[in-house]
């Protein structure tokens, strides 16, 4: 897949307004032409801007909608604006998803990989209470994919509870290992969320830690070549 000069300074794909986020963002999706097979998602927390980086400069190499995959490229705008893990009511929206083991307790996070859990976000008022959060289980729910693709960073893995042959391709396409499980628990994430639904499965690809210029070295012509087949 070329990435030629014209190509990449703009996002050529259509969107459509999905909902709002709390500061009156709009929600934006980018649709495929026909039936939905995988949902890929970007920037749900607002502290992994390179989800959004990574996905952006390899959609731009496309001028046409795909036809059974689409995208959210950014999950939570404000966060990614503020600069914040969490949207703008402090929410780590990937503990907000309406599971059966959603907790009120805070959500502990690092500063740094390497450093303690020295960062506390709320997990939301209740279930589901964030206006992101609804309307990306809203769109979920509309869209039926038959997966969801969740991009995160930066623990560089393909975390997913069965090695399907999706986790297979993207362990390959990142050269990244699988992980059953992410070693610690996620009440109220959108993966447990989609286990509890049956459909859609979910992966978490988690991202190197590396430059966002090595990210698009290294990742976005194989990322856009396999895009291109799923």
Request: charge should be negative; glycine fraction near 6%; aromatic fraction near 8%.
């Amino acid at each position: 897949m070329p990435f030629a000069p014209e190509t990449r300074g703009i996002l050529r794909l259509p969107f459509v307004e999905y909902g709002y986020s709390v500061l009156g963002t709009p929600l934006r999706y980018i649709p495929c032409s026909g039936k939905c097979r995988l949902l890929v998602i970007a920037g749900i927390h607002g502290e992994e801007p390179e989800t959004t980086f990574l996905l952006s400069r390899v959609l731009r190499a496309f001028e046409k909608p795909f036809e059974s995959v689409a995208f959210v490229l950014c999950a939570n705008p404000d966060g990614m604006t503020l600069g914040t893990r969490g949207n703008a009511n402090g929410v780590d929206l990937n503990r907000n998803f309406p599971t059966e083991n959603w907790s009120k307790e805070p959500v502990c996070s690092r500063s740094i990989l390497e450093a303690p859990r020295d960062t506390f976000l709320s997990a939301g008022s209740a279930p589901g209470s964030e206006p992101e959060t609804a309307a990306l289980v809203a769109l979920i729910r509309s869209l039926s994919p038959e997966n969801v693709l969740s991009m995160h960073a930066p623990i560089a893995c393909v975390d997913a509870p069965a090695c399907t042959d999706l986790v297979k391709d993207l362990c390959s396409v990142f050269n990244l290992p699988w992980h059953a499980d992410i070693g610690y628990p996620t009440p109220g994430s959108l993966g447990t969320w989609c286990k509890e639904q049956k459909s859609p499965g979910c992966v978490t690809l988690e991202l190197p830690r590396m430059s966002l210029e090595a990210l698009f070295d290294r990742y976005a012509h194989s990322f856009a070549e396999w895009l291109e087949n799923v």
